[in-house]
């Protein structure tokens, strides 16, 4: 069974760092691209950002981009986003996701259960 | 406001069929396929409909999804109290070079 297991949400202040991290099992991690998608809890869905199985694709949306990066280590079967420069708007909850499908884009195949990460001074 | 607009809510009585429109533009839903997300209450989001149209094992062919031009539709037939959820639309936006999703309907079954 796949499961992706996040951690590392928690309270943070305005233009602080968290970092998150999502271990991944069941199934064979750098065979597939992962990505974060965060909620505001009782919003929608927004994108965050996507890695390739070998690192060498990433994307950001713009809302991100310059403060979080993301990386994997395929061999501990682990995804993270470094989240830089915390703003208000970036709480939400986050989510771990395995990429589907050969070709990219692909599609947000199987979901973690996510973290929350607030930001409040 | 959502690159992809959804109508916030629809709803139905148990048996009947619903549909959920997905509005988009040539960058996103007119040149790549659609995918379709259920969330119940509490719970993550869950992959319903991928490629537009196919659905993952396990979920049921009541759930089918569609496109046309820059718009995308999914249905639900034989409407059951357990479908009570939110429902996303996503795809890939060329211009954009990344991931958008519609703001989400609110599926009651009344």
């Not at chain 1, 403060?67 to 709480?91: C, G, T, Y």
């Not at chain 2, 089918?64 to 996303?88: F, V």
Request: glycine share 12%.
């Amino acid at each position: 069974e796949v499961q992706l297991v996040e951690s590392g949400g928690g309270l943070a202040q305005p233009g602080r760092s968290l970092r998150l991290s999502c271990k991944a099992s069941g199934f064979i991690f750098d065979d597939y691209a992962m990505h974060w998608v965060r909620q505001l809890p009782g919003k929608g869905l927004e994108w965050v950002s996507g890695i390739s199985w070998d690192s060498g694709r990433i994307g950001y949306a713009e809302s991100v981009k310059g403060r979080f990066i993301v990386s994997r280590d395929n061999a501990k079967n682990s995804l993270f986003l470094q989240m830089n420069r915390l703003r208000p708007e970036d709480m939400a909850f986050y989510y771990c996701i395995k990429g589907g499908g050969a070709q990219q884009p692909g599609y947000f195949d199987v979901w973690g259960r996510g973290t929350l990460v607030a930001v409040s001074s | 406001q959502s690159v992809l607009p959804q109508p916030p809510s629809v709803s139905g009585t148990p048996g009947q069929r619903v549909t959920i429109s997905c509005s988009g533009s040539s960058s996103n839903i007119g040149n790549n396929v659609v995918h379709w997300y259920q969330q119940l209450p509490a719970t993550a989001p869950k992959l319903l409909i991928f490629r537009t149209s196919q659905r993952p094992s396990g979920v049921p062919d009541r759930f089918s999804g569609s496109k046309s031009g820059t718009s995308a539709s999914l249905a639900i037939s034989g409407l059951q109290s357990e479908d009570e959820a939110d429902y996303y639309c996503a795809a890939w936006d060329d211009t954009l070079n990344g991931w958008v999703f519609g703001g989400g309907t609110k599926l009651t079954v009344l």
